[in-house]
């Protein structure tokens, strides 16, 4: 190999470690609010929001906080030591996912006048 590949792969991995140790910051971020609305929605009563409502926005928060954490850190450490195992891991939730969200958004312009009387 020569020092342009070594050079290339190198800087694809810092980006990738970076960018992954930021989308697990934020993970946990998330999951941090989401705990706190939970412990908390008596307190946030002030809010012109029903409790329940409140307690599902908080159980949604904690699990998307959650993966975005468990997929931003298999990612981080994957890059960090070229385990093949984490990115291949990593490599199916972001596909599994993107999958997912190609699948709502189908299901949502299938159903969208459902959608935005809902809404």
Same mark, same amino acid.
């Given at each position: 190999?020569? *020092? ?8 694809? @991995? ?23 609305? /939970? ?6 009563? /002030?809010?012109?929001? *029903?409790?329940? =409502?409140?307690? =599902? *926005? ?20 994957? *890059?960090?030591?070229?385990? @093949? ?26 159903? /969208?006048?459902?959608? =935005?009387?809902?809404?």
């Amino acid at each position: 190999m020569n *020092s342009v590949q070594v050079c290339c792969g190198e800087f694809i @991995r810092i980006i990738l470690f970076v960018l992954n140790f930021i989308f697990w910051a934020a993970g946990g971020v998330i999951l941090g609010v989401g705990i706190y609305v /939970k412990v908390s929605v008596d307190q946030l009563s /002030k809010i012109d929001v *029903s409790h329940d =409502t409140l307690q =599902t *926005s908080a159980l949604f928060l904690i699990v998307l906080g959650c993966v975005v954490f468990v997929v931003g850190l298999l990612g981080c450490c994957g *890059s960090l030591t070229q385990n @093949r195992c984490m990115l291949l891991l990593y490599f199916t939730l972001v596909t599994l996912i993107f999958l997912g969200e190609i699948a709502l958004a189908i299901a949502v312009y299938a159903n /969208k006048n459902s959608v =935005t009387t809902s809404i």
